[in-house]
Nanobody
């Protein structure tokens, strides 16, 4: 059974940091390219970052470039999103996405506010 479980969301003040995790099971994690997306109520889901299966290549949306870092540990079947210098506009539900399987996690809420 394919599962993607996000964790690590929460409430943080502007300028703060959070690290999100996406734990994968039920498939060969190291074979898949993975992404993080985010969504604000009433808006379309927005792509944030992508990492290829080996971890050797990454891409970022302009809005998070230089502040967020995507990574993965294939031995632990886990992907991460380190988020630094958070801004109120980063507030959203964050989802992980397994590309070739077209599967989503359930999401984790990130709220940035003073």
């Amino acid at each position: 059974q394919v599962q993607l479980v996000e964790s690590g969301g929460g409430f943080v003040q502007p300028g703060g940091s959070l690290r999100l995790s996406c734990a994968a099971s039920g498939f060969i994690f190291s074979n898949l390219h993975m992404s993080w997306y985010r969504q604000v109520p009433g808006k379309e889901r927005e792509w944030v970052a992508r990492i290829i299966s080996t971890g050797a290549g990454t891409n970022y949306a302009d809005s998070v470039k230089g502040r967020f870092t995507i990574s993965r540990d294939n031995a632990k079947n886990t992907m991460y999103l380190q988020m630094n210098s958070l801004k109120p506009e980063d507030t959203a539900v964050y989802y992980c996405y397994a590309e070739q399987l077209r599967r989503w996690g359930q999401g984790t809420q990130v709220t940035v506010s003073s």
